[in-house]
């Protein structure tokens, strides 16, 4: 086949297909731009996974260490507040200790010890002297609550003591003369005990006797 005949046959075959046109040499352009920015994007996220960071494992560690949930403290119960109890005895205690020695001070006689009083328990003591008579010797005078019950003895001692006290029960203690012992100053002591038996005192130990536990001072 000539020349000729070759060029007769491409100038057909280009009749043949439709033109080619400008927008559509643009849009592949366009497309073929757009998948190199992608390709170059793909590689950069690569490129960042691959190279570890400034600061090493640690800086990983705690991107993929799961955030730990801070737990609510538990609400403690707001302990409830016990009333502070009165120090000291009550104003009706007081009363009752004011009346006993009063009582005492009609026999004739004068408190030694207002604190041997207990308000609280149900058979009460005081111990009193004759007034104006320090050498007269003490007496200690029961009461049931608020009321007068008696004396523990008919005649006075020279050293009478309170050493124990119950709610039904007295411990009273006694200074006992010994041979020799001036008056006024038994070396001896001896306790005796009393107890609440409805409304009588009962001794349940022997008192000394009368002689043993006085002697007027001169």
Do not use: C
Request: no cysteine; proline share 6%.
């Amino acid at each position: 086949m000539d020349s000729k005949a070759r060029r007769v046959r491409a100038e057909r075959n280009r009749n043949r297909l439709p033109p080619r046109r400008k927008s559509s040499r643009w849009a592949r352009r366009i497309v073929g731009v757009l998948a190199t920015i992608a390709f170059i994007g793909v590689g950069v996220a690569i490129a960042q996974m691959v190279i570890p960071e400034p600061d090493g494992t640690e800086a990983s560690a705690a991107s993929l260490a799961p955030t730990a949930t801070a737990t609510p403290a538990k609400k403690h119960k707001t302990a409830k507040k016990k009333k502070a109890k009165p120090k000291g005895p009550t104003k009706a205690e007081r009363e009752s200790t004011k009346a006993a020695v009063a009582i005492v001070r009609q026999k004739g006689f004068t408190t030694l010890k207002q604190s041997d009083y207990d308000p609280k328990a149900t058979f009460r003591v005081l111990i009193g002297r004759p007034v104006g008579d320090s050498a007269g010797g003490n007496r200690a005078f029961f009461f049931m609550k608020d009321t007068f019950l008696g004396n523990d003895a008919l005649s006075p001692s020279t050293k009478l003591t309170v050493a124990r006290t119950g709610k039904v029960t007295v411990t009273l203690s006694y200074g006992v003369y010994e041979s020799g012992d001036p008056a006024g100053q038994p070396s001896a002591r001896k306790k005796v005990r009393f107890r609440l038996e409805g409304t009588r005192i009962h001794a349940l130990d022997t008192i000394p006797l009368d002689s043993a536990r006085f002697q007027r001072r001169r």
